[in-house]
């Protein structure tokens, strides 16, 4: 098995990049000091809605937009109640990732009449970069969204720290009554911050339902969300970081399924990458002390 | 004409009158301080004049019109400025980014680092700040950090300076440095608003001082014309009475605390102590100087017992008991943190480590805990609505009274306070000094950790001065302030 191998490369992106959107959404949240943890709902609630919307109308990008506004309205139960009326993010995103998956497996057999898994000739999924003419070898079979993906770790980095607006997000986060008493309007951040994850989290569910594969299946987010939580809590709020946990799943997931092919019972190779992923977890937690006390 | 004015300022809350019909007016480069006991309005005033709080009636005026203050940011637009008691900065940004934030420098859609910090660079010259610019905030000292904040005001345009309890977290040389920069900044004709309990630095500093009680304005001097004892008069309704004979008796007996060549380690095996000894008689008050951070805190944890069974603590002549020594009263600076849990009841509060006392053998009689609570609410004269809010509504200095009602009811011999009159008003800080020099008198070794020297001399018999973790030197309690001030910085001889 050669793992050096360009397929492999593309797997581990194929893998990456759901987890990676909603990861940034989840850091963008982590700056502006919302502790978001509904990724896994949202990214549910996203593969859901790009799946129906490409059923009705045939067409992956009106699922993917139909996605990107169906989550970031999603999002606002979270930063309505979070955000303006107090309440513990939390106790609400616990509540959202508990309707997405209810929602989602109701709403399917009203939709589509049977429940677990979808598919149809009539879903169109995310075309190709080769079918668009990209002639790079790693990107050939990828959504056109992975290499979105990657190009916002960029934009993120560079925004958060290279823009006004960027430094009052980080500031907000950080303080929230400094931020009130130098003159920013907190809540505009705050809210603007879960709604935007609430789109990334919308090109992550529609990457995972009609890039990745073409289909719905209940309950098919299968912890990306928390691992992409986990990225964030790693990443110490840096882009660059957070590319490279979520590459590790990545490497981990695209790993497994290499695995499962040489004959891994396919239970151990579907754990592989949360095992791996938890023990990076550990690990970093243990290094960041290290640092910290040698810091001090 | 008049940079600020507050002209019959009202407000309520509640069934509380925070502020009636307060007048003051601050004149252009003018220092004007502003004192009155914890509860006597000033911060609400202040608040109200940054736009936190809106008055229910009067209004505030700039060089005479009046404006309309919503929000801070409101304040701001009209060149009002504040430094706040809790320093309102972004650890993690740098010295320029808390500096500039609200009214950053931007080119071509860029945030522009180098206009930022130059303009940084340019201010701190200018009044003699010195702060570096590309330093993240969360790594400074205190002092520094307070000198971002009025950088900040000062950023923004800042004809009007409000600083609340500025000098409370300083060390005295950094307060002198402060008032010299306070100075030089009026000079370029901002009017500086000086919230303060310190009265010393009311008359060092202030031009002109209002002062206030319940709420409404009992005084205005000048400076120059007034006094401590006037100020006093006019904060509390009454003179302070001439502080107390040093001691009824001499200490004597075996020492009730024992330190004897005590060394502490960090977690990365710096020493914190070294070879640190010395002795606690009953009926002696030995005090302990330092600039923060010099080891007071490792010591008062090992004293205590929080810092486990250190060797080389005795207690009455035994070993100290890993996790609070029962035989230690001990009276905590972090009185929110280690010395209340804010959101428990007065009663409760107060109860805590006397519970056995009272619980029978299934349960805590609320009855007796609320009437013990009373008891001591009088004894020690707190002022709050019932023994049933939670304690955190107590101002200041009332939280500081229970939490001494609490440790000098127990049974222990030996007390340690630090900080023990840290940002309360000066009746409060009597009253406690009143407090500590009774515990001595009836027999209790006292350790007494603070940063201010005056206190020190008031009522320690013997000075400490810790330097980088060791006793640097000893000193009798009425030794000069500027000798003990001058072994603080390590300076030896």
Sequence with gaps: ?296 | MYAAELVGVTKRFGPVLANDGIDLAVARGEVHAVVGENGAGKSTLMSILYGLHRPDAGEVRRDGTRIALRSPADAIRHGLGMVHQRFRLFPGLTVAENIVIGAEPVRRGRLDRAAANEAVAALSERYGLRADPSALVGGLPVGVRQRVEILRALYRHAEVLILDEPTAVLTPGETDRLFEVLRTVAATGVSILLVTHKLAEVLAVGDRVTVLRQGRVTGRFATSETDADELVNAMIGRSLAPSAPRRARPPEGDPLLEVRDLTVRDADGVARLSGVSFAVRPGEIVGLAGVAGSGQRELVDSVTGLRGAVPGVFLAGTPVRAGRDPRVAYVPEDRHGRGTAPDMSVAENVLMGAQRDLASRWSLPRAAVRARARDLVDRFSISAASVDVPIGTLSGGNAQKAVLARELTRPSQVVVAEEPTQGVDVGVRERVHDLLRTARDEGAAILLQSSELTELRDLADRILVLYEGRVVAEFPGDAPETDIGRAMTGATG
């Design chain 1, 1 to 296: 098995m050669n793992v050096f191998e360009w397929s492999f490369l593309a797997g581990v992106l194929t893998a990456t990049a759901p987890v990676l959107l909603a990861a940034l959404g989840g850091l963008l949240c982590q700056v502006a000091g919302v502790f978001n943890i509904a990724l896994e709902g949202q990214l549910l609630w996203g593969a859901f809605v790009a799946v129906v919307v490409s059923d009705l109308t045939g067409s992956a990008w009106t699922g993917v937009a139909g996605a990107v506004a169906a989550t970031v309205l999603f999002s606002a139960l979270l930063s309505g109640p979070s955000v303006a009326l107090r309440a513990d993010p939390i106790v609400v995103a616990v509540g959202l990732n508990l309707l997405a998956l209810g929602l989602t497996a109701f709403l399917m057999r009203q939709i589509f009449g049977s429940g677990g898994t979808y598919s149809s000739p009539d879903l169109a999924g995310l075309p190709d970069l080769g079918e668009l003419g990209v002639d790079v070898p790693v990107l050939r079979e990828q959504s056109p969204l992975v290499p979105v993906a990657l190009l916002l770790v960029a934009v993120m980095a560079f925004w958060l720290t290279r823009t006004r607006s960027g430094l009052r997000l980080r500031a907000v986060g950080q303080h929230l009554d400094a931020a009130q008493a130098v003159g920013l309007r907190v809540s505009g951040y705050r809210h603007g911050a879960t709604l935007v994850a609430g789109a990334l989290c919308g090109l992550a569910g529609a990457q995972l339902s009609l890039g990745n594969v073409t289909l719905f299946g209940e309950g098919m987010s299968a912890g990306r969300g928390w691992i992409a939580v986990v990225a964030v809590m790693l990443s110490g709020v840096r882009p660059g970081r957070l590319l490279l946990a979520c590459l590790l799943f990545g490497v981990a997931e695209a790993f497994g399924f290499r695995l499962q092919g040489a004959g891994l019972p396919q239970q151990a190779a579907d754990a592989a990458p949360y095992v791996i992923t938890l023990a990076a977890l550990v690990l970093a937690a243990v290094w960041r002390r290290k640092a910290t006390r040698e810091h001090a």
